[in-house]
C-alpha cells in the first residue's frame, strides 16, 4: 500500500515541482515536511530534523515561535490584509520602527518577499538618480523577480531569458575592489546592489575595508548603496544590520525572510532620503496588494520587539562563541576534509574540500544523524550552517556531536567529490 507520504511524493512529481522533486529523491533526501516546532523539524514518516538551515534566516527565531503566534492570533480578532492604498496604525508603527534600527535611513516600504523588495529597491535608485546600470557581484543572489533575477547569477536568469545587457546590468568580482571602480568611474550607475555576505555563494567573507571602500565609491561617483540583509540581518550578526559590523551606512536596506517570523509574509525596503525621491515624485508609482499587510506589520513589530530584546543579543554572541568553539574541535579533527569556517555571528558556512563536498556532508547528516544543513547552491563545497538566535547550549550539544560524528563518516564521499 502507498503511504501517506509516498503518495505526496508522487503528486509532487506530477503536479506540482517535477524537476525540484525529483532532483531531492536523486540526492536521496526524500523529506516531506511534517510537524515543526522551535529549532526542530519531522518528516511526514516522523524522522526528527534539527533545522540549521532555518530557510535562510526565516526560522531565526524557531518554528512556530509562541510569542509570534499570538501576536498574529491576537491580530486576527481585528484585523486583516488591510488596504494597501491608505495608511494605517501597523504600518506607520513598523516603518517607524524600522528607521528607528536602521541609522540614517528615514522610510520603509514594504512588500511581501525578498526579490520583490529588492525589485523595488533597484527601481528605488534608478529613479533617485536617474541612471539605469545596475552593479552586481558575479555568483550572487538576490531573488527571482525581474530586476532581482537579472542582478543575481546566470543560473537563475538563462532559462527564462532574464539576462540584461551590460548597459542595464554589470557583474564584478566578489572582493575585487579595483574591479568595482573600473565600473562605477565610468559615472552610469544607479547603484551598487551588495549581499553583505552572499549566502547562496558559500558566505565568502568580505575583507578588510572592502564593503566600506564601495560605499565611498558609490558616494564618489553618484551611486547608491543597497544592503541586501535578506539572509544576513535582523540580528545574525549580532547586531541588527550586518553591514553595520562592517562599519557601513548604507542609502537602502532590504529586508524579509525573518522579518515575518516564518509565520506571515512580509518585506521592506528602507531608505535615506535621497533614495526615497519617487515617495514624493509619485507614491502610487510602485503598489502591492499584499505589501505591508496590517497582519504582517504586527507580525513583524513582534520580531523587532523579541530581536531587539538583550537576553536575545547575549544569546546570539553567545551561540556565535560557543559553535565556533566547537566548530574548531570538529575541524581540528578532521583536517583533510574540514577545510575552513566562514563565519560573523550565526551566520556560518563551512567549507569542505574537493568541489562538491558539502553534499556528501548533508545527505549523511540527513540520513544518519537528523540534522538539517544544505549545501550552498552556487559553491557545493560549503555547508550552510544558520542556527537560530534562541538556540540553547544543550542544543549546540547536540548538533556539534551530530554534526562531528557526520563529518567523520562522509570522510571518502568528501575527499572524492
Ligand atoms: C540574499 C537574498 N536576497 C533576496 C532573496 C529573495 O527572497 P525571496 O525568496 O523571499 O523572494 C533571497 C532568498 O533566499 C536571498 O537569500
Excluded at 555571528?345 to 547528516?365: H, S, T
Aim: proline content about 3%.
Amino acid at each position: 500500500m502507498t503511504s501517506v507520504k509516498e503518495q505526496v511524493i508522487a503528486d509532487s512529481l506530477q503536479y506540482w515541482n517535477t524537476g525540484k522533486t525529483q532532483e531531492w529523491q536523486d540526492l536521496g533526501i526524500n523529506f516531506v515536511m511534517g510537524k515543526r516546532e522551535g529549532y526542530y523539524f519531522w518528516d511526514l514518516d516522523g524522522q526528527r530534523l534539527m533545522d540549521v538551515h532555518i530557510n535562510g534566516g526565516t526560522f531565526s527565531l524557531g518554528h512556530r515561535n509562541p510569542e509570534i503566534m499570538e501576536a498574529l492570533i491576537k491580530g486576527l480578532e481585528e484585523y486583516d490584509i488591510g488596504n494597501h492604498h491608505f495608511p494605517s496604525p501597523q504600518k506607520a508603527a513598523l516603518a517607524k520602527e524600522l528607521v528607528k534600527v536602521s541609522a540614517g535611513l528615514t522610510h520603509a516600504i514594504f512588500g511581501a518577499a525578498g526579490a520583490e523588495a529588492v525589485d523595488l529597491a533597484l527601481k528605488t535608485a534608478r529613479c533617485a538618480t536617474g541612471r539605469r546600470k545596475i552593479v552586481s557581484v558575479q555568483n550572487c543572489y538576490h531573488g527571482h523577480t525581474g530586476l532581482a533575477v537579472a542582478a543575481g547569477a546566470e543560473r537563475y536568469a538563462k532559462i527564462f531569458l532574464a539576462e540584461r545587457g551590460e548597459d542595464e546590468n554589470v557583474k564584478v568580482p566578489f572582493n575585487d575592489i579595483g574591479a568595482m571602480e573600473r565600473e562605477l568611474s565610468k559615472g552610469d550607475a544607479a547603484c551598487v546592489i551588495m549581499e553583505t555576505i552572499p549566502a547562496t555563494y558559500g558566505f565568502p567573507l568580505p575583507q578588510d575595508g572592502y564593503l566600506p571602500a564601495i560605499k565611498k565609491l558609490c558616494e564618489k561617483y553618484g551611486a547608491l548603496y543597497i544592503a541586501d540583509e535578506v539572509q544576513t540581518g535582523l540580528m545574525r550578526s549580532g547586531q541588527m544590520w550586518c553591514v553595520s559590523t562592517y562599519g557601513v551606512a548604507p542609502d537602502i536596506i532590504v529586508t524579509s525572510k525573518g522579518f515575518g517570523g516564518g509565520i506571515y509574509p512580509i518585506s521592506a525596503v528602507i531608505m535615506n532620503d535621497r533614495a526615497a525621491k519617487w515617495l514624493t515624485i509619485d507614491g502610487s508609482a510602485h503598489m502591492s496588494t499584499f505589501g505591508g499587510t496590517e497582519l504582517g506589520c504586527i507580525v513583524a513589530r513582534k520580531v523587532l520587539e523579541i530581536l531587539q530584546r538583550q537576553e536575545t543579543i547575549n544569546n546570539v554572541h553567545f551561540v556565535a562563541e560557543y559553535l565556533r568553539a566547537g566548530l574548531e574541535k570538529i575541524k581540528r579533527e578532521n583536517p583533510d576534509t574540514f577545510i575552513e569556517i566562514r563565519q560573523n555571528g550565526l551566520i556560518m558556512g563551512l567549507k569542505f574540500a574537493g568541489a562538491k563536498g558539502a553534499i556528501p556532508v548533508m545527505q549523511r547528516l540527513y540520513r544518519k544523524h537528523g540534522v538539517w544543513a544544505i549545501y550552498s547552491m552556487l559553491d557545493n563545497s560549503v555547508l550552510q550552517f544558520k542556527p537560530g538566535l534562541l538556540c540553547t547550549k544543550e542544543y549546540c550539544d547536540e548538533l556539534l556531536e551530530r554534526l562531528g560524528a557526520g563529518i567523520k563518516e562522509a570522510r571518502e564521499d568528501i575527499l572524492r567529490s
